[in-house]
């Protein structure tokens, strides 16, 4: 029997992933940038079973039927597809991220799921190879394949996939405003902003030049400017995000006071920033040394965990 493990944390885009060039491919619009975090992994087992006329998905031990099963179907046909394989498979997933709640427990999910589905069919892929695939399964899982900070390329098939990036020393401390599932995915949202959003050009193509800055900034060492970058990044998705029609608004009053938080901060003289994902919670950039000051600060108005850049997907056995 035939079983592989492998491990994977969430990221958090400091430039970020909003819309797709291609849906069948999941190519992105514009390229990304994100820290791959140390805390929340996701440990997935995928167990061929040849005599099985189906394929099993049990996410933190339930069995799951529906989208969520059809989803990792679809990814598992890619990889037998690329195997020659028709065998199914049983996929044991244990999520330690408040899932569905923009703290991109897709994207550690599909980072290990694409290591331990590719590795159990019998496919040996480097890690550009398995960012590529790892992207199939959802956009930012891309960038979870890489450890610390990873730039996540748009273009081609061949062409998209994440690989490291050099960037400062960093900390990011995460507000917990919120781990309900969220109501719009992100996917249904990305859809209905590049349809219906008149803002969606600028933003591509603002998006396009704030990547650029941003790798810059993140090269030469310069947290202040790439702290600004992440911020305004971040509010500039949410602002197209809840420019399209009907309307989808991710930030609640507790994600804004948090925002509000950053600027104050600033102001006393602490070079703090804040991004959120498609979901109410608050993620600050910062240097370490100041993380606990910035957790003790967001602590009355959410619970907090500081992170730190963590490794890339890891085959366990
Ligand atoms: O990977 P997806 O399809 O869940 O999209 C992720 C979108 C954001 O988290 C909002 C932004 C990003 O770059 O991670």
Known sequence: ???????????????????????????????????????????????????????????????????????????????????????????????????AAGLASSASGFAALAAAASRAYGLDLDRTALSRLARRGSGSAARSVIPGFAVWHAGSDEESFAEPLDAPDLAMVIAIVNSEEKAVSSRDAMKRTALTSPFYPAWVSSTTETLSAAVQASRDGDVERLGRITETNALRMHAVIQSCDPPVRYLSPVSVALFDLAESLRADGLPVYATADAGPNVVFLCRPKDADAVAAAARPLAETMIARPGPGVEVLA
């Open 1 to 99: 029997m035939t079983a592989v493990t492998a491990r994977a944390h969430p990221n958090i885009a400091l430039v970020k992933y909003w819309g797709k060039a291609d849906t069948a491919l999941n190519l992105p619009a514009t390229g990304s940038l994100s820290m791959t975090l140390d805390v929340f992994p996701t440990t997935t087992t995928v167990t061929l079973a040849p005599d099985a006329a189906h394929d099993e998905v049990v996410l933190n031990g339930a069995v799951r039927e529906g989208v969520v099963r059809d989803r990792v179907v679809r990814f598992l046909d890619i990889v037998r597809e690329m195997a020659g394989s028709r065998t199914a498979a049983v996929v044991d997933s244990v999520n330690t991220v408040p899932s």
